[in-house]
C-alpha cells in the first residue's frame, strides 16, 4: 500500500485564486511528520511547510498552511493568493518516527508522486 | 540563509564509469541523506548516514553504490560501475536537530 497518496496529477488556478492539494496518508507509527516540498522546473526541492503529528494547530509558512485532519490521514496544502511563480510540482512526504517519540531525528522521508501546479493569469 | 551545495549540478558519463556526487551539507547538521529522482518518477531514499556511518540504506542502494564523509564537511555518493538505469536526480539533504531536511539543488547524472 502507498505510504503517501497524492491523487491529483495535475491541477491549474487562477492567480490570486487559492488552491488545495490533497495529499493522505498511511502510518501506524504514533509520532510523525508532514512535509511538503515544491519543485519548480529548474529541479531544486525546496521546503514549505512541515506539521508534527502532536502539533495541535494546523501549521502556516506565508501563503502556505496545512489543513492537518489526523483522523481522516490527510495533511493538504492550501496556498492562498496563487502566484506564477508558484506554477511547479508540489510533493507530499512523510517522516515515521518509530515507537519513540523523539527517535525521529534520522529518519528517512518518504514521498508521494507529487501534484503538478499551473497557475494561469 | 545556509544551503546544501552540490556537485556537479549535470553529469554525463558512459556506461560501466565511476561517478562522484559530491556535497557539502549545512556546517551543524548531523544527518545526511541520499535521495534519487528518476525523471517523472517519484523520489526515493538510497541511503541515510549519521556519526559516520550508513544509518539506513533502501534495497536500491546495493553493492555498486558507496558514501563517504572523508573530511568532515564534504558527503559524497560513488557509483562504481554506473547503468543506464542510473540515470536520475540526484539530491543530497542534510539535517540538525529540528524538523526540516535542506535539499542541495541537484545532481543530473546522464548515463549514456
Known amino acids: 500500500a502507498q505510504k503517501i497518496t497524492q491523487t491529483q496529477p495535475g491541477m491549474f488556478v487562477q492567480e490570486k485564486e487559492a488552491v488545495t492539494l490533497d495529499c493522505t496518508y498511511d502510518?501506524?507509527?504514533?509520532?510523525?511528520?508532514l512535509f511538503w516540498y515544491k519543485q519548480p522546473s529548474s529541479g531544486e526541492m525546496i521546503f514549505l511547510i512541515y506539521?508534527?503529528?502532536?502539533d495541535q494547530q494546523n501549521a502556516t509558512e506565508g501563503r502556505y498552511s496545512l489543513n492537518f485532519q489526523k483522523a481522516r490521514k490527510s495533511a493538504n496544502l492550501v496556498i492562498s493568493a496563487s502566484q506564477l511563480g508558484d506554477s511547479a510540482m508540489y510533493f507530499c512526504?512523510?517522516?515515521?518516527?518509530?515507537?519513540?517519540?523523539?527517535?525521529?531525528?534520522?529518519?528517512?522521508?518518504?514521498w508521494g508522486l507529487g501534484t503538478s501546479l499551473a497557475v494561469n493569469p | 540563509e545556509p544551503e546544501v551545495t552540490q556537485t556537479p549540478s549535470h553529469q554525463v558519463t558512459q556506461m560501466g564509469q565511476e561517478v562522484i556526487l559530491r556535497c557539502v551539507p549545512i556546517?551543524?547538521?548531523?544527518?545526511f541523506y541520499w535521495y534519487r529522482q528518476i525523471l517523472g518518477q517519484k523520489v526515493e531514499f538510497l541511503v541515510s548516514?549519521?556519526?559516520?556511518?550508513?544509518?539506513?540504506k533502501s534495497e536500491i542502494f546495493d553493492d555498486q553504490f558507496s558514501v563517504e564523509r572523508p573530511d568532515g564537511s564534504n558527503f559524497t555518493l560513488k557509483i562504481r560501475s554506473t547503468k543506464l538505469e542510473d540515470s536520475a536526480m540526484y539530491f543530497c539533504?542534510?539535517?540538525?536537530?529540528?524538523?526540516?531536511?535542506?535539499f542541495g539543488s541537484g545532481t543530473r547524472l546522464t548515463v549514456v
Open positions: 539533504a542534510s539535517k540538525g536537530t529540528g524538523a526540516g531536511y535542506t
Open positions: 556546517s551543524n547538521h548531523l544527518y
Open positions: 548516514f549519521y556519526n559516520n556511518e550508513i544509518s539506513e
Open positions: 502510518t501506524s507509527d504514533p509520532s510523525y511528520g
Open positions: 506539521q508534527g503529528s502532536y
Open positions: 512526504a512523510m517522516r515515521e518516527d518509530g515507537a519513540l517519540i523523539d527517535a525521529g531525528n534520522n529518519r528517512k522521508l518518504i
